[in-house]
């Protein structure tokens, strides 16, 4: 197991964002996403993304454990992980600027916050990792 605090710090935000993804699909679908804001076909839109966010998390996860054992996999893991958070993220960003949903009364805040967040972890792992 490593004593580099700067692997730890990686790990634990990997499983951080994992659990926010798991959290985020729970509460999404618990939502009834009837506002009448939200573009046409918003939901037939997000939903499949539950498949690929699945993924990611538990890539995420079995990277940052792989990481904190030393094991060269969890790099690659956190690399493929790096790609996929990017792709995300870039396609939520043109996603919501497209249908107009950074505007503050479209939860614009939340939704800004979203794909910076992913974005920057994409940058961290990248950069940890190429």
């Known amino acids: 197991m490593t004593g580099d605090a700067a692997v730890w710090v990686v790990a634990v935000l990997e499983v951080v964002a994992a659990a926010v993804i798991v959290t ?57 992980s790096a790609g996929m958070l990017a792709f995300l993220g870039i396609l939520d960003t043109a996603y919501f600027a497209r249908t107009g949903m950074f505007a503050r009364d479209r939860d614009g805040a939340a939704n800004l916050a979203i794909v910076v967040a992913v974005l920057v972890l994409a940058v961290i792992l990248f950069v940890r990792f190429a």
Do not use: K
């Not at 966010?53 to 956190?78: W, Y």
């Open 24 to 80: 985020f699909w729970i509460t999404w679908f618990r939502d009834d996403h009837d506002a009448a804001w939200l573009p046409a076909g918003y939901v037939d839109h997000e939903t499949p993304f539950v498949f690929s966010d699945s993924v990611l998390a538990l890539l995420l996860v079995a990277g940052a454990v792989l990481q904190v054992f030393e094991e060269p996999l969890g790099r690659s893991l956190g690399l493929v």
